[in-house]
T-cell receptor
Framework: AQSVTQLGSHVSVSEGALVLLRCNYS??????LFWYVQYPNQGLQLLLK??????LVKGINGFEAEFKKSETSFHLTKPSAHMSDAAEYFC????????????FGQGTELSVKP | GAVVSQHPSWVICKSGTSVKIECRSL??????MFWYRQFPKQSLMLMAT?????????EQGVEKDKFLINHASLTLSTLTVTSAHPEDSSFYIC?????????????FGPGTRLTVL
């Protein structure tokens, strides 16, 4: 079985500060890992994905994530937060015989203070 | 590329009526589509997996007779909420996998807000 845990349901940072959103996964097979962003009343937009290639993955809007197998983590970072980054962020895992299903974490709401 | 649309974007209906939500992949063929439900301030809950030309696979606890799913073509899946009740009010989101491949990536629609009075 696969699962995802996002530490911290709400993270608040100041504009220009580092953004760090934590994600730990559990998987009995090599996982595919994803970060999605959701703005209010909208669907999900893919930020980046890990597909067993490079462990440091760069995504859109300046976000990146590093896959660390030893720590079963896939934390999302951005060096400098913008006001427009305020949104809900979801980490998800897929793989194995799940039929392509995505298992989502609980989500982390990011607030950016001016 | 990889655009998924949903229609309607929001709907209000009376208790006891049925509502149909469409999910379309606009620029790719999707053999598999997924339907999710999301309550306010919560994560997405997978309701069912829809495969073109076959019956949908429902997750445990989801009533298949209440949430009817049809995937009649490679670009269209529909979710019908039958005899809707206020507790069915939620945000419904679909996603689609590109038939051409990609590492199990799903492309998401913008969601449909259902309010049952």
């Amino acid at each position: 079985a696969q699962s995802v845990t996002q530490l911290g349901s709400h993270v608040s940072v100041s504009e220009g500060a580092l953004v760090l959103l934590r994600c730990n996964y559990s998987s009995s097979v090599p996982p595919y890992l994803f970060w999605y962003v959701q703005y209010p009343n909208q669907g999900l937009q893919l930020l980046l994905k890990y597909t067993s290639a490079a462990t440091l993955v760069k995504g859109i809007n300046g976000f990146e994530a590093e896959f660390k197998k030893s720590e079963t983590s896939f934390h999302l970072t951005k060096p400098s937060a913008h006001m427009s980054d305020a949104a809900e962020y979801f980490c998800a895992v897929s793989g194995g015989n799940q039929g392509g299903k995505l298992i989502f974490g609980q989500g982390t709401e990011l607030s950016v203070k001016p | 590329g990889a655009v998924v649309s949903q229609h309607p974007s929001w709907v209000i209906c009376k208790s006891g009526t049925s509502v149909k939500i469409e999910c379309r992949s606009l620029d790719f063929q999707a053999t598999t589509m997924f339907w999710y439900r999301q309550f306010p301030k919560q994560s997405l809950m997978l309701m069912a997996t829809s495969n073109e030309g076959s019956k949908a696979t429902y997750e445990q606890g989801v009533e298949k007779d209440k949430f009817l799913i049809n995937h009649a073509s490679l670009t269209l899946s529909t979710l019908t909420v039958t005899s809707a009740h206020p507790e069915d009010s939620s945000f419904y989101i679909c996603s689609a996998r590109d038939r051409a491949g990609g590492p199990k990536e799903q492309f998401f629609g913008p969601g449909t807000r259902l309010t049952v009075l």
